[in-house]
């Protein structure tokens, strides 16, 4: 080797040697610990904090540092049956939020989303730099709109508009790819985002899987999306039953890559995973927060073990 090459061999070798050293040592991701959660996982409680403000019915969460953003509806009229409308429904009236609240459960600051019919908020994502928030109809087979909000600011800029109720988003930003999801998540979207704004007509595909309905969803990188939801099981002799899950959903072919209950409940009989979760990595496993209650609400929080050997 001539000694030009060998001196700069050795002035690069501290910094290969740093950054295979870096990639040997790398933490689990939040999907490897995921897969590693079954039905008979324990979970153990971790948090309980009073909300210090009206929720009135939360949808989406995500947390950014130590303060939460809660995605929420205000309902001022229910929408009611109505043969002919979309989702055979009338449309309702009430004011969607934006909350970003502390720790501790105090309200830092909100903001109005919607226009017109379209006021409740679905799940929502954060892509290390920005806030995916959709605003739909209350109905099903109706209408949404798509904004991006930055979470220092809570400037709200609209993306896109959609001829469906998109219940939750997740924002792919290797691929450029916002994914949607349906009411229930029955159907699955993907629109290739352009450079200058806009975007390519959607795949839309059928969800395969009808474990549970989809209530909050975020991108988890890898060409992966984690939703979480639940599930109402009615017996023919009275009574039912809420079981709530976590699912990751292969973007690649909208089919779950992995799927386990959540069986926890709040004290009002609620799934936790009713409406808000999110879930982040630890060092030992997970620890998921919940927030299943409308009004006056708790945050839970649960964890997990999920050893990845």
């Not at 976590?246 to 609620?270: K, N």
Request: glycine share 10%; with cysteine.
């Amino acid at each position: 080797m001539r000694p030009g090459v060998l001196r700069r061999f050795a002035l690069l070798l501290p910094a290969l040697t740093s950054l295979l050293g870096s990639q040997a040592v790398a933490a689990p991701s939040l999907a490897d610990r995921l897969v590693r959660i079954d039905r008979a996982t324990a979970w153990t409680p971790a948090a309980q904090i009073a909300v210090q403000f009206p929720t009135f019915h939360p949808q989406g969460m995500v947390k950014i540092g130590a303060a939460f953003f809660v995605s929420s509806v205000e309902v001022k009229q229910y929408p009611a049956r109505l043969a002919g409308a979309p989702g055979a429904r009338s449309p309702g009236a009430g004011v969607g939020q934006l909350f970003r609240m502390s720790a501790d459960g105090a309200l830092l600051a909100d903001l109005v989303l919607g226009e017109g019919d379209a006021y409740h908020p679905g799940g929502i994502d954060f892509d290390g730099e920005s806030l995916w928030v959709s605003v739909a109809e209350y109905r099903p087979d109706s209408a949404a709109i798509i904004y991006r909000v930055d979470p220092a600011t809570l400037k709200a800029t609209e993306v896109l508009r959609v001829a469906d109720h998109i219940g939750a988003v997740a924002y792919d930003p290797e691929t450029r790819t916002l994914h949607g999801v349906s009411w229930g998540g029955r159907r699955f979207y993907a629109w290739k985002l352009k450079p200058g704004g806009g975007a390519q007509a959607p795949k839309v595909v059928r969800n395969p899987s009808s474990y549970i309905d989809y209530q909050d969803c975020r991108h988890l990188g890898g060409r992966r999306m984690l939703c979480s939801g639940l599930a109402d099981y009615r017996s023919p002799k009275g009574g039912s039953l809420s079981l709530g899950g976590l699912e990751i959903v292969d973007l690649r072919d909208h089919r779950p890559a992995w799927q386990a209950p959540v069986p926890l409940w709040s004290p009002s009989g609620r799934a936790m995973t009713q409406n808000p979760t999110y879930v982040e990595a630890t060092a030992a496993g997970v620890r998921a927060w919940f927030m299943p209650d409308d009004d006056r609400s708790t945050l839970f929080a649960y964890e997990a073990a999920a050893p990845v050997n």
